[in-house]
Nanobody, 124 residues
Framework: QVQLVESGGGLVQAGGSLRLSCAAS????????MAWFRQAPGKEREFVAA????????YYTDSVKGRFTASRDNAKNTVYLHMNSLKPEDTAIYYC?????????????????WGQGTQVTVSS
């Protein structure tokens, strides 16, 4: 099992930027596909981005393409979500998730390990 802890959330004005971090302990992230999900108030949790353990390719949901960048630093055992041009509709709790040797999946059920989440609030 890998333990995940997110940080970096906060309150930001529309158009601003934030960088979320997800630090792992217990196992190396090098063999994990790492994903970001978010859950807005009253809505189901949705896929945001995934970074593949083998190819290093990254995939995004359409609503964040061109604004968000997911990356990883295996030496630091940490993944990041850089969020630019934030919009009020990006307001949500953001979670990182890990799937050992995982294939690309947009479904939360594919990921076995989850952090506790970090709140991002974007004001208009």
């Amino acid at each position: 099992q890998v333990q995940l802890v997110e940080s970096g959330g906060g309150l930001v004005q529309a158009g601003g930027s934030l960088r979320l971090s997800c630090a792992a302990s217990g196992r190396s992230l090098g063999l994990y596909t790492m994903a970001w999900f978010r859950q807005a108030p009253g809505k189901e949790r949705e896929f945001v981005a995934a970074n593949m353990w083998n190819s290093g390719n990254t995939y995004y949901t359409d609503s964040v393409k061109g604004r968000f960048t997911a990356s990883r630093d295996n030496a630091k055992n940490t993944v990041y979500l850089h969020m630019n041009s934030l919009k009020p509709e990006d307001t949500a709790i953001y979670y990182c998730a890990a799937d050992l040797y995982g294939s690309l999946s947009y479904q939360e059920s594919a990921y076995d390990n989850w952090g506790q989440g970090t709140q991002v609030t974007v004001s208009s």
